[in-house]
Structures are given as structure tokens and as C-alpha cells.
């Protein structure tokens, strides 16, 4: 690893950097020179060019705004899930298109967790509501079903002037936060949920990226520190570079299934406690992109973990639909929580997200979410109200989504039987998915994939022979980049490399959705294992 | 608070409190949604709830949101969304060709032909060339490179984007934004929230608002003391202020940029809101091209506009695009990372853009709807804009300048010494306790100006004219009313 000099090195053995640059979060990426992005070009003298004097002496440069003068914070981000892998996909796409031959016929982007881009239907009753909303004349048309035309009435009439096209307000439309609510609820057994806790937004990133923006705070060693998981999902280390807040990484452990460990959550926070101040925890549950899911015990040791070191808990739980192994369960934060008593249901500061671009929905173009915020302070919630107003209100048609997806149609209506249908295809569909994915890819030597337990991915480890990694470091390439990008050039598919989530030094991984149809993903799955021996042989 | 130690760490209280958030937060201001509006929704939910007032409803004139106003969707728009929705209606013959053929067009555009796929970041490539060929078209034929196009999550993402990737440095090397004062406040929250300095440039309000290059300088020399100024925004048709800028004013705009070496941001999205005789809309855009390759080939700019405004005001969709120009290949390569973390603007507000881009055409069947339904909008909000100043001009105490564009009205109004005291002593601005009072006596929600920023000793209110004719005669009224009892109240 030593000899690896690419910007990704020093993502995955963050921890360390933060103490080696002057423990700043700002400071963080400052020290080699030879650090490049991956995703911009490299520096050259042709962007700092000759400067000469304008007429009134002032300084005059050709660009008011050059990579030497931008927000140096912006550089820092990384988003590998739609990264240079995924700008080369969309360039072969259209090479293929202009007729150009491929070893393949079409590029199979299973980068992203996009279930409609990979032939997944929506769901017929969302969808008839969406449209009834979109164009109320529909409403006297007899082809819809009575209870979309009756959920389409009842969103509309929560509409300014009732169209889709009026603001909403900024925390989102009253009755789809009531709803939201009580989806909460049933989701919990009953544990009580405020409508006033519930904010609508841009998708769940934006609610995370909200969130993180009113915990940062601080200077030097005072700094905000964030733990998040390694692997991780990149919106988290984005969001982190950003805001110049420290990235406190934890380790999954690989070999117990990603699970989480808290002696592991300990030894990161003492340590990051000596350049920062770690005040919030991160978890994502079912994980992205390593796919485990928590067990209850798990959560509740964690919420000890965050009591006890005063930490705000962040849950990430989009896939809380997407379970598939035996025994697994999904358990939400707020309902552990909550099952642990007053000393901890009172205390302990949570924020859940969750979207309408999972699960079995998988509406990711509408950017739909919520977060609900437990034990929030009534001044910091009226400052996240006002930060949020300045955005106006996230995009109604997803808001309108969302309150669907928390109230579907219910046994006795028109629509019930159809959408437990189509639910049920699209999670057994996924199911199935799960399992194949793992087997096939368990029978590859030199591919070790863990049980795909939820969520969209699988996160198999990869061995990459010595020879590989030398001539992909020549190239200033991580492996597991030099090995995704071969992939796609030798096969058309698209993977994300694991460096772009974060892994432990010395192992390599990617990122794979278990998306396509079944008849596709087996294709893909060969496709990937007659790759990986090629590539084995081919570097032995 | 009791202190506790476990663990060597203190224990106390919340982890996120008031005093341990980000600061720059807490200096983000919002007037368009701020008390005042929280209290007219107090109001409406206190009628609802029976309580007795010296009114039956709350008038929302503070925000510009026209379907909330009661203004009807453009049909061929709505039908399109419809269908991109729910395909199966592609069947239905109740739905008109060019519709069908337009989402058609669009589902063809999107992964897996559904709008419930995410879009590259960037936006829907057809959707890009489509805004690309519209710029061109309304531009009389200068060229527009469609990778130059961004969609965004409505023109207010776009700018926080822009202001984003700008500001950098330190103490005095920190970035300075120009901005007009008064401003559509989006641009001081976001400069505050991203800790950037913020110069104030004074509109002309003798002028009907107009911008003045002598203060620009003004402005410009008085921040180099202080900051690194390396941006102007402009908005023009002007927001809160109305005025249209002339083609000579934004050739000194752009010739002070290009001097003064700043980047422009040109906020343009009231294009099609212009009202007055002798007024007409020049893009930034169109303006630097015609002034040669000396301007064209070197000064940074970025232009918005949002489906939210207009004839359309679809505010709810979030759709919007930004063109940048001459912007420098590396920092693009940035831009598009940037907005790769959010994944893309929500696909249903593409589409939408998509679609006032490319109307229906002379030839197509839903052609002749779509301009009445256009023209109808348009014309009544002229004649409103012309009847908000007639009437507020009538009051003793209102001075207010001809709303040239856009969709407010920004009166000065001239408040007694007595009733400015009094604010004081409740601790409120006095154009807050002006329009607070008018909330509480006749329902009516304006934004006080100190929102927007005013010279010192002026009073200002911004008020939209969106309100149906009717009710708008109404309302005006009552403000006069309001205006002249509260001035004898306070004589």
C-alpha cells in the first residue's frame, strides 16, 4: 500500500491523516502534493495563467474563478458512486450508439441503486394518484380506482390553491407529515410519533446533509467530528469535506458480515477525541454497501454507546423494507430506542431518514424523503425550520410520493389487492436476487461475498494479484479502480470500486446493486466470475 | 444545568443546543418565510378553530406562489405530467397527440422510460438540448452549448451552487458577493450560511429602482478594504423592486464585471414577467455576445431561471436550469461532482422544464389552449401590476414605483415617529410592526422590507400582485385603509 500515492489511499486510511495533518478537519487533505482527485484533472501551470495589469492596477487574471480559486472544501468531495467509472459508462454508451464495436452489446450500469432504470415497474396505484394529482380532470374519468381518485382529492385539497404547483410549506404538507406520523407508529408497535418531529425532504440526502450542517461547529481540536462506518456510503464523506468536519471512521467487521462492533466504535472516538470533538454517530441500517442488518441487541448496544459518549445518532434507514435473509429483521432505531425506558427514550438525540427511492418502490426520480428528529432542542428546531425555508419546500409531486407510500391502499380497497401483488413480486424478486448474487459470486476463487441480508448490494472482496496492483498503481490507479475499469472496458458492466466507500488497507472490494432482472443479473454474475479469472490468469 | 463527568467527558445537557450548532446557521435570515408568516399560519389555524377575528381569511401576499393565488395550471403542461406519470393513459384518446408525443419523448429520455428512474446529474440530456435550442431562439440565434445547461432543484439550488463554488480565503482574502439592496433574500442566506462577506449595492429607488454603476463602484471600493469581492448578482426583472433593466444598463453592468474582474451571476428568473410600455427583457447572455469577443470570450457568467415564475408558476415541481459561461473546464469538472452527490434534480421538475421550453407549437393541435391560457395569465398580471401602483400611489403616505416586471410591488411608506418608538420598545423592526399590525387587524401578510434590505430611515413592504383581480382590489383597499388609520393612530 505504501507505494499507492492516488487520493483514494488516503480515504481509506483517513483516521490516520487527521492526526497527521495538524489534526484540522479543513487541513485534512493538505499535506501531499502529489494528492490528486480521481474525478478532476490534474493541475496544470494552464490554469494559473499569466497575470497581467488592467487598466486601473488592478490584479487581472484570465478566470475570476480557476481550481486554485474555488472553494477549496468543494474539492475535497468525492462521490464515487457516480464517479469517473460511471462518466466512462456513459461515454461507451454512446460510442455504442454512434456505431462504434464493443466486446459487448450494451453497458449494464449496476453502479446504482436504481431499480426503475433496471426494468422495475412502479406501482400502479402510486402512479394512477401521481397522475390524477398531475391532471385533476382525471378525477371524473371512471377507468381510475375510488381510492385513488379519494387519496388524490386528499392531497390536493392540502395544496395551496389545490394544485401540486403552489409551494408547500417548508417542513412539508401538514397531512403527509400526519401520515407519516402514523406510519411511524404502526412501523413501531405503537411508540408515539409528533407530526411536528417530521420534516419532508429532497430525498434522504438532503435531510442527512441538513442535519450534518447544523452539528458542525468549531475550530482546531474543538472541530466536529462525525463517525460513520467504513465501508460507508459516499453521500457521508462528501457531506463531511464540505462542511470541513472531521470524518471519524469505524470499521465493519468483514468476516462477522459487516456486523458492528462497539469495542471498534470505542477505539474510534477515543482516538479521534485527541484532534476533535466527535459529537455525532452514523449508522446505516440495512447497510450501504455492505448489506447487514442489525440485530436488535446491536442497536440497543449503540444507543448505549451514543448515551453514554454524548453523541447525536444519525439512522440511516432507507432500505427499511429491504430484508431478505431468515431470521433478519428489521429494527428501527426510534423503537429500540424507546423499548430501552425513559433514561434513554428522553435523552438520547436521534434523527431516522428515510426515502421513496428504496424498497419496493424505488421512485428515485421524485426525490421524496422524511427524517423524524427525537429529543431535538426547541430553539435548534426552530433554526432547522428557518434553514430550511430558504429552499422553499422540497419538490411536491415527491411529497405527495411519500404519503402514499405511508398510506397504500389498506384491505377493502380497490387498489389492495393489486399493490400487495405488485410489493410482494418486486421484494421476493429482490429476495431471490440476494441469494443468487451471493452464491454465484462465492463460487469464484479469489471472490469472498458475505450474505446480501438487505438493501440493493452486494460488497464482495476481490483478491487482486500482486502484478495488477503494481501496474495499476503505475498508472496512479487504486487496484480495485484499475480492476472495475477493465471490467467495464472488457464487458460493458459497471461496478463502483470499494475504495470509493471506504475498506480496511491491503483488501479490495466493489460495489455491485443486485438490481437487474433475475435472467440479466445471472448473465452479469457469469459475466463478472469469467472476468475475474480472466483477470487472475492474465496477472498471475 | 448539572454537570456530570463519565468517562472523562461532560455530561451535560444536549449535544446539539443553540450555543454548540454551526454558526453560520444561526445568521441565515428568511424573511419571505420568516415570523410573519409564522404567525399568519397561527392565524389561519385559529380561524379554523373558530376563533373570532376582524377577518374571514388570511391573504398570503407574501411569497410569489400564483397556483396558491388560485391562477389554474397551463393544461397541455399538466396533461404531459399526467402521462409521464402514468403511461398507461398513453392510451387514452381523451389526451391530445402533441402531449402524448412530448411525454413520450421525454419517458424515451428516461432510465427504464419511467420519471421514478434518477437522471444523470447534470439533468436529462434531451431536456438540456431543449433548454439549449430555447436560449438560442429567445437570444435571436447566439448559440447555446446544451453541456453548459444545469437543471436544478428549482433556480434557488442552482445559485447556492454557484455562490458555493466561489467562496474561498480567509480574513480579507475572504470572497465578497455584490448584491443589490433591496434583494430576493435567498442570496444573504446563503452567503451567510456559507460564511462568504456580503456587499450591498443600493438600488436607485428615485429611479424606479434602477441600478447605478457609480454606486456599484461605490460599493465595490468601499469592500476591497475588507473582503476579496469576486462576484456580482444581479436580478433583473427585479425582485423585490419590479424595475427592468435596459439594454445600455447591463452593457455597464457587464463592462464593470469585466473590469472590475467579477463573476456574474444573472438571475433572471421573471424573463417573461415584463408589464410596462417601453420595457423589454435582454438576457445577459444576449447582451455579452453582442458586445463582441473581447466580453463573449472572457467574462464568467451564470444565468438562472426556474419553472416556479413566468406565466407558469409551477413553484411546486422545483424545476429550474442555470446556464454557465466561459467557465473554467477544471472548475466544471467540480461543478459536476458537486451536484453528483445529490444525485440529480427530481425528474418530474425536468420534465416540466422541459416542456416550457418547448411548448406546443403553431402547427400542434394543443397550440391555440396553451396561448390563450398564456396570454390570459400574462395580461392580467399587467393589469395588476398596473392597478397595485395606481392605487397604492392614491394613499398619503405610499410612494410606490411602477412594477415594471417580475411579481411584487415594493412601496416605500412613511411611517410616524410615534409608531417607530413603539416598535422600538417592543423590540421590533418598525416595517415589522407595521406589517404585523396589518396581519393581526385585516389578515393581510406582506414581508416587511427590512427583509430585503433598504436604506437607512426607509420603510418599505414587498407584496405580491398575484391575487385574483377581485380580491387584489380588495386588498389594496384594505391596506389603505389600514395605512391611514394606523398613521392617524400613531400622529
Not at chain 2, 309 to 331: A, T
Not at chain 2, 354 to 363: F, G, M
Not at chain 2, 385 to 411: D, H, K, S
Request: contains cysteine; aromatic residues 8%; glycine residues 8%.
Amino acid at each position: 500500500m505504501q507505494v499507492l500515492s492516488s487520493r483514494n489511499v488516503r480515504l481509506l486510511s483517513r483516521g490516520r491523516n487527521e492526526v497527521l495533518a495538524g489534526r484540522s478537519g479543513t487541513q485534512r487533505h493538505g499535506g501531499d502534493p502529489r494528492t490528486r482527485s480521481l474525478t478532476c484533472p490534474p493541475m496544470s501551470s494552464s490554469s494559473s495563467p499569466g497575470r497581467k495589469m488592467s487598466e486601473n492596477g488592478i490584479m487581472s487574471r484570465a478566470k475570476v474563478l480557476t481550481i486554485d480559486t474555488m472553494n477549496p472544501t468543494v474539492k475535497k468531495v468525492e462521490y464515487a458512486v457516480r464517479g469517473p467509472i460511471v462518466q466512462r459508462a456513459v461515454e461507451l454508451e454512446r460510442e455504442l450508439s454512434e456505431g462504434m464495436k464493443k466486446p459487448f452489446a450494451e453497458v449494464i450500469k449496476a453502479n446504482i441503486g436504481d431499480a426503475h432504470a433496471m426494468g422495475q415497474q412502479p406501482i400502479t396505484f402510486f402512479r394512477q394518484v401521481l397522475a390524477l394529482c398531475s391532471y385533476p380532470e382525471l378525477l371524473s374519468d371512471s377507468t381510475f380506482p375510488e381510492d385513488a381518485k379519494s387519496r388524490a382529492c386528499r392531497i390536493l385539497q392540502s395544496c395551496g390553491g389545490n394544485s401540486m404547483g403552489a409551494y408547500s410549506a417548508s417542513q412539508g404538507i401538514d397531512s403527509v407529515r400526519q401520515d407519516v406520523a402514523r406510519y411511524i407508529e404502526r412501523r413501531d408497535g405503537g411508540v408515539a410519533c409528533d407530526p411536528d418531529n417530521i420534516y419532508l425532504t429532497t430525498g434522504a440526502s438532503d435531510g442527512i446533509v441538513t442535519m450534518l450542517k447544523l452539528l458542525v461547529c468549531g475550530e482546531g481540536t474543538t472541530r466536529t467530528g462525525v463517525m460513520i462506518p467504513i465501508p460507508q456510503y459516499p453521500l457521508y464523506s462528501a457531506a463531511l469535506a464540505e462542511l470541513g468536519a472531521v470524518q471519524i471512521d469505524y470499521f465493519l467487521n468483514e468476516e462477522k458480515c459487516w456486523s458492528l462492533d462497539i469495542t471498534e466504535l470505542q477505539r474510534a472516538v477515543n482516538e479521534a477525541r485527541q484532534y476533535c470533538n466527535p459529537r455525532a454517530l452514523c449508522i446505516i441500517n440495512p447497510g450501504n454497501p455492505t448489506g447487514q442488518v442489525q440485530s436488535r441487541q446491536c442497536i440497543e448496544d449503540v444507543i448505549r454507546f451514543a448515551a453514554k459518549e454524548r453523541l447525536f445518532l444519525m439512522a440511516d434507514e432507507v432500505y427499511q423494507d429491504n430484508v431478505y435473509a431468515e431470521g433478519c429483521q428489521f429494527h428501527s432505531f426510534k423503537k429500540v430506542l424507546f423499548e430501552m425506558g425513559p433514561e434513554y427514550a428522553e435523552t438520547v438525540e436521534l434523527a431516522s431518514f428515510h426515502s421513496t427511492s428504496k424498497c419496493y418502490m424505488g421512485e428515485c426520480g421524485f426525490r421524496g424523503g422524511y427524517m423524524e428528529i427525537i429529543n431535538m432542542d426547541d430553539e435548534v428546531k426552530d433554526q432547522l425550520t428557518k434553514l430550511l425555508s430558504v429552499r422553499l419546500c422540497p419538490p411536491v409531486p415527491g411529497q405527495a410520493l411519500m404519503d402514499l407510500v405511508v398510506n397504500p391502499p389498506q384491505p377493502g380497497e380497490p387498489s389492495y389487492g393489486s399493490f400487495i401483488k405488485e410489493r410482494t413480486a418486486t421484494l421476493s424478486a429482490l429476495a431471490e436476487k440476494a441469494k443468487l448474487t451471493e452464491q454465484v459470486l462465492n463460487t469464484v476463487q479469489g471472490i469472498s461475498c458475505n450474505p446480501v441480508q438487505g438493501a440493493m448490494y452486494s460488497f464482495p472482496r476481490i483478491t487482486i494479484p500482486e502484478k495488477a496492483v503494481k501496474e495499476a498503481t503505475e498508472k496512479g490507479q487504486q487496484p480495485d479502480m484499475f480492476y472495475c475499469m477493465k471490467m467495464l472496458e472488457e464487458t460493458g458492466i459497471c461496478l463502483v470500486p470499494g475504495s470509493g466507500f471506504g475498506q480496511k488497507d491491503g483488501t479490495y472490494h466493489f460495489r455491485m446493486t443486485i438490481l437487474p432482472p433475475t435472467d440479466k443479473l445471472k448473465i452479469l454474475l457469469n459475466k463478472v466470475k469469467e472476468f475475474h479469472q480472466r483477470f487472475t490468469q492474465q496477472y498471475s | 444545568l448539572k454537570s456530570q463527568r463519565l468517562n472523562g467527558i461532560s455530561h451535560r445537557g444536549r449535544v446539539l443546543t443553540l450555543d454548540s450548532m454551526n454558526p453560520n446557521v444561526k445568521r441565515v435570515e428568511y424573511a419571505v418565510r420568516g415570523p410573519i408568516v409564522q404567525r399568519a399560519v397561527q392565524i389561519e389555524k385559529e380561524l379554523k378553530e373558530g376563533v373570532k377575528k376582524p377577518f374571514t381569511e388570511v391573504i398570503k401576499a407574501n411569497i410569489g406562489d400564483a397556483h396558491a393565488m388560485g391562477q389554474k395550471p397551463i393544461t397541455f403542461f399538466r396533461q404531459v405530467l399526467a402521462l409521464c406519470s402514468y403511461p398507461a393513459l398513453l392510451e387514452d384518446s381523451k389526451f391530445p397527440e402533441d402531449a402524448k408525443k412530448r411525454a413520450q419523448r421525454i419517458l424515451e429520455a428516461c432510465g427504464g422510460h419511467s420519471i421514478g428512474a434518477y437522471s444523470t446529474s447534470q439533468g436529462i440530456e434531451c431536456i438540456r438540448q431543449d433548454v439549449a435550442r430555447y436560449i438560442e431562439k429567445r437570444d435571436g440565434g447566439i448559440p447555446s452549448n446544451p453541456d453548459n445547461i444545469y437543471l436544478s432543484t428549482g433556480a434557488s439550488d442552482a445559485i447556492v451552487t454557484i455562490l458555493k463554488l466561489l467562496v474561498c480565503g480567509e480574513g480579507r482574502d475572504r470572497t465578497g458577493v455584490m448584491i443589490s439592496i433591496p434583494q430576493y433574500p435567498l442570496y444573504s442566506a446563503a452567503l451567510a450560511d456559507l460564511g462568504a462577506v456580503q456587499i450591498n449595492y443600493y438600488l436607485d429607488e428615485d429611479n424606479c429602482w434602477s441600478l447605478n454603476i457609480t454606486e456599484l463602484r461605490r460599493a465595490l471600493n468601499a469592500a476591497r478594504e475588507h473582503c476579496n469581492p469576486r462576484v456580482l448578482c444581479i436580478i433583473n426583472p427585479g425582485n423585490p423592486t419590479g424595475q427592468v433593466q435596459s439594454r445600455q444598463c447591463i452593457e455597464d453592468v457587464i463592462r464593470f464585471a469585466k473590469e472590475e474582474h467579477l463573476f456574474l451571476m444573472a438571475d433572471e428568473v421573471y424573463q417573461d414577467n415584463v408589464y410596462a410600455e417601453g420595457c423589454q427583457f435582454h438576457s445577459f447572455k444576449k447582451v455579452l455576445f453582442e458586445m463582441g469577443p473581447e466580453y463573449s470570450n472572457t467574462v464568467e457568467m451564470a444565468s438562472f431561471h426556474s419553472t416556479s415564475k413566468c406565466y407558469m408558476g409551477e413553484c411546486g415541481f422545483r424545476g429550474g436550469y442555470m446556464e454557465v459561461i466561459n467557465l473554467d473546464p477544471e472548475v466544471k469538472a467540480q461543478l459536476i461532482k458537486l451536484v453528483s452527490v445529490r444525485l440529480c434534480p427530481p425528474v418530474p421538475g425536468q420534465a416540466l422544464l422541459d416542456l416550457v421550453v418547448n411548448p406546443p407549437q403553431p402547427d400542434e393541435p394543443s397550440y391555440a389552449t396553451f396561448m390563450k391560457e398564456r396570454t390570459a395569465v400574462l395580461s392580467t398580471l399587467a393589469e395588476k401590476a398596473r392597478l397595485t401602483e395606481q392605487i397604492f400611489n392614491t394613499v398619503p403616505g405610499i410612494t410606490c414605483n411602477p412594477v415594471q416586471g417580475a411579481m411584487y410591488t415594493f412601496p416605500g411608506i412613511t411611517l410616524p415617529q410615534k409608531a417607530i418608538d413603539k416598535a422600538k420598545e417592543l423590540g421590533l423592526v418598525p416595517d415589522m410592526f407595521y406589517c404585523m399590525r396589518l396581519l393581526e387587524e385585516d389578515g393581510i401578510c406582506l414581508v416587511p422590507g427590512s427583509g430585503f434590505g433598504q436604506r437607512e430611515g426607509t420603510y418599505h413592504f414587498r407584496m405580491t400582485i398575484l391575487p385574483p383581480t377581485d380580491k387584489l382590489k380588495v386588498v389594496l383597499q384594505k391596506i389603505r385603509e389600514f395605512h391611514l388609520r394606523f398613521t392617524q393612530e400613531f400622529s
